[in-house]
């Protein structure tokens, strides 16, 4: 398989970086001082690179048309996994409570050995591993070297696991379903997104976009209806787990008096913004496409529109995950 054209690609991703910080700024403009954005800023890049390296392990399971891009799986797991490791270090330097660059090497094996999640960081880091040294051999296969085609089904569980760890161990999981709510947040979220990046890294041509945008379509339709089911419920939870004497205060003391409720209603909101943008995109976007009536830079462009409209809201939940 050739390589996905260099414009293109640049031009996927010079957009996402951008929106996930705006994310992450319009956050602590709602959330200060109970924030800690150098936290949220590496959260973001492993959050985004995790969904990424996820849709482009799921492509070949969109359309048979998609062959899986083991190098650019490569190069983004690698970026991931060093995303992660700054997530594991803010994280041990919050527990210590030191600042990062106080933080001690003793100190950080005591938090990866001891405390529950920095066990959990270390074992994200090795999945992403093994996932990204995986996806490297694939590039470089030979007929020698690999007996059969290798499989991207390995890279995708190893995805999803590692996106799933941090959120079913987090503080939804002291809550009933709260770990299954957040690891369904969390995954379909990651789904959404890292397909549609997937689709503006990989696809060439109107034909490909013709045959691979509706099926994307009928698969986000579900997959935003499980992100905004499951994030009122979490969003609910945590506000009434924090204000259990007041139920009936959520929206007046939780919403608007918090700095985390202020996050959550600037989430929703983007969250509707999507949905009615998904909504024009299925009646103007995917017919033009899948009837070859619209160019491929076209179908990119509003590819990359569309998911950096959703890395804003995944800045804004890798503030939330930080937010007091």
Same mark, same amino acid.
């Given at each position: 398989?050739?390589?996905?054209?260099?414009?293109?690609?640049?031009?996927?991703?010079?957009?996402?970086?951008?929106?996930?910080?705006?994310?992450?700024?319009?956050?602590?403009?709602?959330?200060?001082?109970?924030?800690?954005?150098?936290?949220?800023?590496?959260?973001?890049?492993?959050?985004?690179?995790?969904?990424?390296?996820?849709?482009?392990?799921?492509?070949?399971?969109?359309?048979?048309?998609?062959?899986?891009?083991?190098?650019?799986?490569?190069?983004?797991?690698?970026?991931?996994?060093?995303?992660?490791?700054?997530?594991?270090?803010?994280?041990?330097?919050?527990?210590?409570?030191?600042?990062?660059?106080?933080?001690?090497?003793?100190?950080?094996?005591?938090?990866?050995?001891?405390?529950?999640?920095?066990?959990?960081?270390?074992?994200?880091?090795?999945?992403?591993?093994?996932?990204?040294?995986?996806?490297?051999?694939?590039?470089?296969?030979?007929?020698?070297?690999?007996?059969?085609?290798?499989?991207?089904?390995?890279?995708?569980?190893?995805?999803?696991?590692?996106?799933?760890?941090?959120?079913?161990?987090?503080?939804?999981?002291?809550?009933?379903?709260?770990?299954? &709510? @957040?690891? =369904?947040?969390? +995954?379909? *979220?990651?789904?959404? /997104? $890292?397909?549609?990046?997937?689709?503006?890294? %990989?696809? #060439?041509?109107?034909?490909?976009?013709?045959?691979?945008?509706?099926?994307?379509?009928?698969?986000?339709?579900?997959?935003?209806?499980?992100?905004?089911?499951?994030?009122?419920?979490?969003?609910?939870?945590?506000?009434?787990?924090?204000?259990?004497?007041?139920?009936?205060?959520?929206?007046?003391?939780?919403?608007?008096?918090?700095?985390?409720?202020?996050?959550? &209603? @600037?989430? =929703?909101?983007? +969250?509707? *913004?999507?949905?009615? /943008? $998904?909504?024009?995109?299925?009646?103007?976007? %995917?017919? #033009?496409?899948?009837?070859?009536?619209?160019?491929?830079?076209?179908?990119?462009?509003?590819?990359?529109?569309?998911?950096?409209?959703?890395?804003?809201?995944?800045?804004?939940?890798?503030?939330?995950?930080?937010?007091?």
């Amino acid at each position: 398989m050739s390589a996905p054209t260099s414009g293109r690609d640049a031009a996927a991703l010079s957009a996402l970086l951008p929106a996930g910080l705006l994310g992450v700024g319009l956050a602590w403009l709602l959330a200060r001082p109970d924030f800690a954005p150098a936290a949220a800023l590496i959260r973001v890049v492993a959050d985004g690179t995790g969904a990424t390296v996820l849709g482009l392990a799921a492509l070949p399971r969109l359309h048979e048309r998609l062959r899986t891009p083991w190098l650019a799986m490569a190069v983004l797991g690698g970026v991931w996994w060093v995303a992660e490791a700054g997530v594991l270090v803010c994280g041990a330097a919050e527990v210590v409570g030191v600042p990062v660059v106080d933080l001690g090497a003793g100190q950080f094996a005591d938090y990866v050995g001891q405390v529950g999640t920095g066990r959990i960081g270390l074992a994200v880091l090795l999945g992403v591993a093994v996932l990204t040294g995986y996806s490297a051999l694939a590039f470089r296969r030979d007929g020698r070297s690999w007996p059969a085609e290798p499989s991207a089904d390995l890279v995708l569980v190893f995805a999803a696991v590692a996106l799933a760890l941090r959120p079913v161990t987090g503080h939804m999981s002291q809550q009933p379903l709260g770990s299954v &709510l @957040a690891a =369904a947040h969390a +995954l379909a *979220a990651a789904a959404w /997104l $890292g397909l549609l990046v997937a689709l503006a890294l %990989v696809a #060439r041509g109107r034909a490909e976009w013709a045959a691979a945008l509706p099926r994307y379509s009928a698969l986000a339709l579900p997959l935003a209806a499980v992100v905004a089911t499951t994030g009122v419920l979490n969003g609910f939870i945590r506000l009434a787990a924090d204000d259990p004497a007041r139920p009936a205060g959520l929206v007046g003391t939780g919403l608007v008096g918090t700095g985390y409720g202020r996050v959550l &209603l @600037a989430k =929703a909101t983007v +969250l509707v *913004a999507l949905l009615a /943008l $998904g909504w024009w995109w299925r009646r103007d976007w %995917v017919r #033009r496409a899948s009837g070859h009536r619209m160019s491929a830079g076209d179908s990119l462009r509003r590819a990359v529109l569309d998911a950096a409209l959703m890395t804003i809201a995944f800045g804004l939940a890798a503030a939330l995950a930080v937010t007091a």
